[in-house]
């Protein structure tokens, strides 16, 4: 049994959704997704959003002009790859009309590319692409990438959270978009040690119950490979103590995956977008693409 079936959800992709800026970040991910379609035999929408916020009359001339630039750019992807996609130009505010878009026509993955750092702006209300994870209930892979680097190895993060279980489940659905080898990393803080020096305990005692919590966590994942099957993707476990954030940077700085795999809450809250989640650290600061999930399933 696949664990598309397991899960409910149908193995491979079907429906791919692309957005686009028309800028240079933003063609790397329309060339990755028009690959990922390709690999899949999936459909493709292409989707570019115009601030609707400015006179009417702007609003449709810049409609215009993206859909020319947008048609012109895609006329030599579309024979490159061989899909012919779907071409809109939406209006309104860009997350949210990618949200509604996707959820038309039930897309199975978002692709978007890594937007221009605005550090203001960004710590208070987060990047497209954080705001579309949150909000849209999808997978969103964030391509970064030359379309030219192929997919072999993975990392995925797994803190045993739903989300993070969610969003491995569909990496396996999808194969992994092609990666040949996936790493299971799980970070963990031995909270309880720091009490037990402050009691005087014996370091042997500590160094027991650190390693009882990685065997723990090993034995989970162990569990989770037993339940979803991999098929020809090569797979290992890596248990680390650490906090989440300097363990996962310090694994991509050191393996150098083309993707990461990882699960977010989904958190709008003030503190999350002040303070950052380590779903938000790994898609601003990694130099690899990035398929994130929050787990949500789309309202009906």
Known sequence: MSAGEMTGRPAGLRNLLIA????????????RGLSIAAQFG???LVVHVVDDDQPSSLVEVEAERSAALLNEMLAPLAGKFGVQPEVRILRGIESEAIRLAADEVNADLLVLGAHRR????DVFTGTTVE????????????ARLDVSVSYNTAIAAIDLSQPALDAFRFASDVSFLGCREVTLLHAFLPLAGGMMRYADVGESRIDDYTGSLA?????????LLEAVPLGDVAARVEVTEGAAIGVIKEAI??????LVVLGTKGNSTLKNLLLGSVANAILRDAECDVLAWSGRRPAA
């Open 20 to 31: 686009t800026d028309l800028s240079g970040r933003s063609e790397k991910a329309v060339m």
């Open 42 to 44: 999936a459909r493709a």
């Open 118 to 121: 605005q550090i203001l702006r």
């Open 131 to 142: 705001r579309v994870i949150r909000t849209s209930g999808r997978p969103v892979l964030m």
């Open 215 to 223: 065997d723990e966590a090993r034995g989970a994942i162990d569990h």
């Open 253 to 258: 700085s050191t393996a150098r995956p083309e």
